[in-house]
């Protein structure tokens, strides 16, 4: 099962409740999907559908309830938590809305922090690193602090700091949530660009529909948990 | 992660809230500093206490007497004995004998008499013990007014203090004077021939009947004042009220208490001298039990301070014992500010830690970070602690010195860090640090990242 018909993501009937005190909330409820090697998908549906649990279940931050996600033909939900990082660390990289750099940290050492966390030898690093910066047009911002870079610049430090572990995977979560639709534009550019240069499998969760159309291979909806289209499924249909 | 990666982030994450955690690390401090200063006190007046007792030479010492001593009186005890060389005599070739043992630095007997002291038209009765030349570094000579003998036969005197006020109201004019000593000194006597028995079947003969006894006087010098009592130790200076070289007593062939007992014995008509006990200094305490085994191997009875030192090292372990239980209240006190810390860390360092797992951390590389910082703050504590502590434990040396000098007491060391303090101290702090770690950095490491990337 190294890939299910070449897919690098496969979710089978995978779901994830959450009790809130007597109420059962069903995150994600028994979704399959597949995500080919070298796609751009994007998860879109409104706030509270579903689709940053789901992709958060994709990355290995959290455990479905039930069903299985295959990443590259690993189940995720037979892991262990050491193995989950591993996959974390390695396999997929994460770009968030909220760009998550260590606001004390340079970029370089922002983006040197996966290295570390996959024990690549330091002699390997700066280069990985300034090629990481580089490929998102920031090597010139190498020992700049994330609060001294405008919102698209944080965005693309994140990128950045996602692709240097060179992971198959990337998972954006709402990449241009917090950026003005110009510096939006950008970002999905440049994400669109490593999809087709490197044939990176990117999963985008996004709430605009155009962003969207423009730059994703293919859409999946997701409402109240459930997907809801998914014209893969409807192909196979 | 690796060790110097996680040693750097631990670094920065504790630069970054630089005052908490210096206080943090200041609580350790002053909990290691009051373990190292209580310990260094107590570590020094076990070193204080031993270097004494090393001094007196009460614990390298091993002190000989004949089994002669301890029998009854005359040849027929000696007859009975079934093993004669179990009771031979303590004298000159038996001290050379034990010289000769490994290890056995200085052999030599206890010559003390009673002797009539003349000076300025005073006499008083006084008893006068010889003392070795290896007595000038010793410990019960510490207190001399003026100086110690200039040689093993000179014709000098010291008189302890209290005697010499008996002479003179201000004994420290006595230093540079000349006294007279009158004293018996022992003859050899013809055994009267002819001589019958005596009582219970016993031959004149087996008493040998002793010794003659001639007046004699002596000019001494006086060098020294001794403003001490030198001990009291079997065979050793004490019980004397003036001293001599020890050769010079051998040679004025004083008639000494002991010899009426052993006027009893055939002994004494020998030529050679028969010692009463002999004194044996060994080369350190550890050899003692084997030179007190030989010297009973040899035939005499032998006996050593060397339980008492025994006694005197568990008292001290019992000591540094509660001294260090006392001086780690304060680090347990500090190890709850560790927690403290590294649990506000955990709330205010929640969103970075749901960062780093979500870029390849798992629960054990969290884990390991927050020990790491729980370990360097006991680590920079432990070492801020030692110098502190070392510091606080000179204060009290320099002010016990200070008050001691102010009481015309000669000044001491009561205070010692040596090596296994300072390590043990910055070990024990890094170990409690560690300890008060396990908690904040479990929950740490147990943080779900999903929650934790949510956290504002």
């Given at each position: 099962?190294?890939?299910?018909?070449?897919?690098?993501?496969?979710?089978?009937?995978?779901?994830?409740?959450?009790?809130?005190?007597?109420?059962?909330?069903?995150?994600?409820?028994?979704?399959?999907?597949?995500v080919?090697?070298?796609?751009?998908?994007?998860?879109?549906?409104?706030?509270?559908s579903g689709?940053?649990?789901?992709?958060?279940?994709?990355?290995?931050?959290?455990?479905p309830?039930?069903?299985?996600?295959?990443?590259?033909?690993?189940?995720?939900?037979?892991?262990?938590?050491?193995?989950?990082?591993r996959?974390?660390?390695?396999?997929?990289?994460?770009?968030f809305?909220?760009?998550?750099?260590?606001?004390?940290?340079?970029?370089?050492e922002?983006?040197?922090?996966?290295l570390?966390?996959?024990?690549?030898?330091?002699?390997?690093?700066?280069?990985?690193?300034?090629?990481?910066?580089?490929r998102?047009?920031?090597?010139?911002?190498l020992?700049?602090?994330?609060?001294?870079?405008s919102?698209?610049?944080?965005?693309?430090?994140?990128?950045?700091?996602?692709?240097?572990?060179?992971?198959?995977?990337?998972?954006?979560?709402?990449?241009?949530?917090?950026?003005?639709?110009?510096?939006?534009?950008?970002?999905?550019?440049?994400l669109?660009?490593?999809?087709?240069?490197?044939?990176?499998t990117?999963?985008?969760?996004?709430?605009?529909?155009?962003?969207?159309?423009?730059?994703?291979?293919?859409?999946?909806?997701?409402?109240?948990?459930?997907?809801?289209?998914?014209?893969?499924?409807?192909?196979?249909? | 992660?690796?060790?110097?990666?996680?040693?750097?982030?631990?670094?920065?994450?504790?630069?970054?809230?630089?005052?908490?955690?210096?206080?943090?690390?200041?609580g350790?401090?002053?909990?290691?500093?009051?373990?190292?200063?209580?310990?260094?006190l107590g570590?020094?007046?076990q070193?204080?206490?031993?270097?004494?007792l090393?001094?007196?030479?009460?614990?390298?010492?091993?002190y000989?007497?004949s089994?002669q001593?301890?029998?009854?009186?005359?040849?027929?005890?000696r007859?009975?004995?079934?093993?004669?060389?179990?009771?031979?005599?303590?004298?000159?070739?038996a001290r050379?004998?034990?010289?000769?043992?490994?290890?056995?630095?200085?052999?030599?007997?206890?010559?003390?008499?009673?002797?009539?002291?003349?000076?300025?038209?005073?006499k008083?009765?006084?008893?006068?013990?010889?003392?070795?030349?290896?007595?000038?570094?010793?410990?019960?000579?510490?207190?001399?007014?003026g100086?110690?003998?200039?040689?093993?036969?000179?014709?000098?005197?010291?008189?302890?203090?209290?005697?010499?006020?008996?002479?003179i109201?201000?004994?420290?004019?006595?230093?540079?004077?000349?006294l007279?000593?009158?004293?018996?000194?022992?003859g050899?006597?013809?055994?009267?021939?002819?001589?019958?028995?005596?009582s219970g079947?016993?031959n004149?003969?087996?008493?040998?009947?002793?010794?003659?006894v001639?007046?004699r006087?002596?000019?001494?010098?006086?060098?020294?004042?001794?403003?001490?009592?030198?001990?009291?130790?079997?065979?050793?200076?004490?019980?004397?009220?003036?001293?001599?070289?020890?050769q010079?007593?051998?040679?004025?062939?004083?008639?000494?208490?002991?010899?009426?007992?052993?006027?009893?014995?055939?002994?004494?008509?020998?030529t050679?001298?028969?010692?009463?006990?002999?004194?044996?200094?060994v080369?350190?305490?550890?050899?003692?039990?084997?030179v007190?085994?030989?010297v009973?191997q040899?035939?005499?009875?032998?006996?050593?301070?060397?339980?008492?030192?025994?006694?005197?090292?568990?008292?001290?372990?019992?000591?540094?014992?509660?001294?260090?239980?006392?001086?780690?209240?304060?680090?347990?006190?500090?190890?709850?500010?560790?927690?403290?810390?590294?649990?506000?860390?955990?709330?205010e360092?929640?969103?970075?830690?749901?960062?780093?797992?979500?870029?390849?951390?798992?629960?054990?590389?969290?884990?390991?970070?927050?020990?790491?910082?729980?370990?360097?703050?006991?680590?920079a504590?432990?070492?801020?602690?030692?110098?502190?502590g070392?510091?606080?434990?000179?204060?009290?040396?320099?002010g016990?010195?200070l008050?001691?000098?102010?009481?015309?007491?000669?000044?001491?060391?009561?205070w010692?860090?040596p090596?296994?303090?300072?390590?043990?101290a910055?070990?024990?702090?890094?170990?409690?640090?560690?300890?008060?770690?396990i908690?904040?950095?479990?929950?740490?490491?147990?943080?779900?990242?999903?929650?934790?990337?949510?956290?504002?």
């Amino acid at each position: 099962m190294a890939d299910r018909n070449g897919a690098a993501i496969h979710t089978d009937e995978v779901s994830r409740h959450y009790t809130m005190g007597t109420a059962l909330i069903r995150a994600v409820d028994e979704v399959t999907l597949e995500v080919r090697a070298g796609e751009f998908l994007a998860l879109l549906g409104s706030s509270g559908s579903g689709k940053s649990t789901l992709l958060n279940l994709m990355a290995g931050l959290d455990r479905p309830t039930s069903g299985a996600i295959l990443a590259f033909g690993h189940d995720l939900a037979g892991m262990s938590s050491q193995e989950l990082a591993r996959h974390r660390g390695r396999t997929v990289g994460m770009v968030f809305q909220a760009f998550n750099l260590l606001p004390r940290m340079t970029l370089a050492e922002n983006v040197e922090l996966p290295l570390r966390l996959a024990e690549v030898e330091r002699s390997e690093r700066a280069g990985r690193v300034r090629e990481a910066l580089e490929r998102v047009g920031l090597d010139a911002r190498l020992t700049h602090r994330p609060g001294e870079l405008s919102g698209g610049e944080q965005q693309r430090a994140a990128l950045a700091r996602a692709l240097v572990n060179r992971p198959k995977i990337l998972l954006a979560d709402e990449p241009t949530g917090n950026l003005d639709s110009h510096t939006g534009d950008e970002i999905l550019q440049l994400l669109g660009e490593i999809n087709t240069s490197f044939g990176m499998t990117i999963v985008m969760v996004t709430h605009e529909r155009a962003l969207a159309e423009r730059f994703a291979h293919r859409i999946a909806l997701l409402a109240d948990g459930k997907l809801v289209k998914d014209p893969e499924r409807e192909g196979q249909r | 992660m690796k060790a110097l990666d996680l040693a750097e982030l631990a670094a920065r994450n504790l630069r970054e809230a630089l005052l908490r955690n210096t206080l943090t690390t200041l609580g350790i401090a002053v909990g290691v500093a009051s373990l190292v200063a209580t310990l260094s006190l107590g570590v020094g007046l076990q070193e204080l206490a031993s270097r004494r007792l090393a001094r007196s030479g009460l614990f390298d010492t091993v002190y000989v007497t004949s089994r002669q001593n301890f029998r009854g009186l005359g040849g027929a005890a000696r007859r009975l004995d079934p093993n004669p060389e179990q009771s031979r005599p303590l004298d000159e070739p038996a001290r050379q004998q034990i010289e000769h043992l490994a290890n056995v630095v200085e052999v030599y007997p206890e010559i003390r008499f009673t002797t009539e002291v003349s000076y300025a038209g005073r006499k008083q009765l006084a008893t006068v013990a010889g003392v070795p030349p290896s007595a000038r570094s010793s410990d019960a000579f510490e207190g001399l007014q003026g100086g110690f003998f200039s040689g093993p036969e000179a014709e000098e005197a010291i008189l302890q203090v209290d005697f010499a006020r008996e002479l003179i109201s201000q004994p420290a004019a006595l230093i540079g004077q000349t006294l007279l000593l009158r004293y018996a000194e022992r003859g050899p006597v013809e055994t009267p021939k002819g001589s019958r028995s005596v009582s219970g079947g016993l031959n004149v003969d087996d008493f040998g009947l002793g010794f003659s006894v001639i007046p004699r006087e002596k000019s001494l010098h006086i060098v020294g004042i001794l403003e001490t009592d030198p001990g009291i130790a079997p065979g050793g200076f004490g019980r004397g009220r003036m001293f001599i070289p020890l050769q010079l007593a051998q040679r004025l062939k004083p008639v000494q208490v002991t010899e009426l007992r052993d006027l009893m014995r055939a002994s004494l008509s020998s030529t050679t001298p028969i010692y009463s006990s002999l004194t044996v200094h060994v080369s350190s305490a550890k050899q003692v039990q084997a030179v007190e085994d030989a010297v009973k191997q040899m035939g005499f009875l032998a006996f050593s301070l060397l339980d008492a030192t025994r006694s005197l090292q568990r008292f001290f372990a019992i000591l540094d014992v509660f001294l260090g239980i006392f001086g780690s209240l304060a680090l347990a006190v500090a190890s709850l500010g560790i927690i403290n810390t590294l649990v506000m860390a955990i709330l205010e360092r929640r969103r970075e830690i749901g960062i780093l797992k979500a870029l390849g951390a798992g629960d054990r590389d969290v884990r390991q970070l927050f020990f790491a910082e729980a370990g360097a703050m006991g680590l920079a504590g432990g070492a801020l602690g030692v110098a502190l502590g070392w510091s606080i434990g000179r204060v009290i040396n320099f002010g016990t010195n200070l008050y001691l000098h102010r009481q015309n007491l000669p000044r001491e060391n009561i205070w010692s860090v040596p090596w296994w303090l300072v390590a043990g101290a910055i070990g024990f702090a890094v170990l409690v640090s560690l300890a008060a770690g396990i908690y904040p950095a479990s929950r740490a490491a147990r943080l779900d990242p999903v929650q934790a990337l949510r956290y504002e």
